[in-house]
């Protein structure tokens, strides 16, 4: 059986549709019989408590990051320097320190495998630099590609400091998993890596959508559409939505109800927002965890997913969630796009517009509140069915 170290900034208990995939790669390999341990920042980089009984039962070593407060003190309009200095993103400080820790872990948990997932860079460099100074078996994980094989970006040091993280990781790994065709061909074709390459889709957890409590029908006088996720203007604009919905607004004798769950937008978006939304109400929310959202998206009239071409190559495991969830979805999406293309094949409980056409979108409130949900069989999208794979690469 193998003996692996997991390097990932971001672990449990923090929560986050990355650490979800992560966190089931490991139960799955722990149920294997293979022994899996992780290397993690400290939890007040994600301003969490110590939870020393927790780390110890689930085998989580942590290494030295800034505290999450002080990384926004640092960033701060007054004090912008963090975002200066740090090529990395917000675990940069954690590099130095993760990759002493990690050389100690793999003498002394007799590691033989070190796995990590992007798109964080700092944990792939951590990886890169254990498995190159121990000669130890790597295997990256690529949740999403790479951003320059996707989108418009600047050649400054930044990226190309980058890039040479993502080159040397790639270099040594013995294999490489990706989660979409799409991203399977742009990174072959990029970096011609395709005798390892394998795909393992994001899924979704089959046990935590089987025991969600059933949909209860509404019998208040209400409408309401869910998005669960990050909105922000490239690539994933909220904008066009509120406005296809304020114009159904007065062809609804319910009210439309919007709830944005994530990551807050900018000041302007909001304000924006608020001009827009005058016949419908819209609540913007904070992010909560994975079985919360799932339970709130569960008993949404309608689900909203939202992701222009930008995004082509990726599926996100909410998009596998839904589907499972069997509730009406309103898809505005790139068209020809992995995730568009994924849809179609469950097409009964799905409502697609062009992210690129506003006609597209009014057109697909209006079907998205007259479709009638159905129950269909997706267990082939599970994340226990996606992840067989893994212990074949596991065990090479």
Known sequence: ?????????????????GINRISFFKKHLESQGHYVAVLATVTSAQNLPKNIEFDKSNHIYRAYSISMLFRRILSSRRLPIYPKLTF????????????????????????????????????????????????????????????????KFLEDKKTRFCQSIIK??????????????????SMTEHYNIEEKIQVIGNGYNM??????????????????????????DEGRDIKPIVFALQQQANEQEKQIK?????DYPDDKT???????????????????KMLEAL??????????????????????????????????????????????RLLKQYGENVIISDYNNQAS???????????KSTAIDVSKLSRQHQVRALTEIIVQ
């Open 168 to 185: 040397s990781a790639l270099k040594i790994s013995h294999n490489v998993i990706v989660c979409t065709t799409d991203s399977q061909k």
């Open 295 to 340: 339970a709130i998206a569960k008993q949404a009239d309608v689900l909203l997913l939202l992701q222009g071409e930008r995004f082509n190559r990726q599926i996100p495991a909410k998009v596998y969630e839904y589907l499972a969830l069997n509730r009406p979805i309103w898809a505005v999406v790139g068209i020809s796009g992995a995730t568009h």
């Open 88 to 151: 990395l993103g917000k675990y940069a400080t954690w590099v130095p320190f993760a990759v002493r820790k990690g050389q100690r872990l793999i003498e002394k948990l007799n590691i033989d495998l070190v796995l990590s997932s992007f798109p964080d860079f700092a944990s792939i460099q951590v990886a890169q630099i254990i498995a190159s100074k121990t000669s130890t078996k790597l295997i990256t994980d690529f949740r999403d590609p790479p951003y320059w094989l996707y989108d």
């Open 270 to 288: 909001i304000v924006k927002i608020n001009e827009m939304a005058t016949s419908i109400k819209v609540s913007i929310e904070p992010p909560v």
């Open 207 to 232: 046990d935590i959508i089987d025991h969600l409590p059933p949909h209860i029908k509404r019998k208040d006088n209400v409408l309401e559409v869910v998005h669960i996720g990050s909105f922000y």
């Open 258 to 262: 919007l709830r944005l769950i994530g």
């Open 361 to 371: 979108i009014n057109e697909g409130v209006n079907e998205s509140f007259t479709i």
């Open 1 to 17: 059986m193998a003996r692996v170290l997991i390097v990932a900034a971001e672990f449990e208990p923090f929560s986050s549709s």
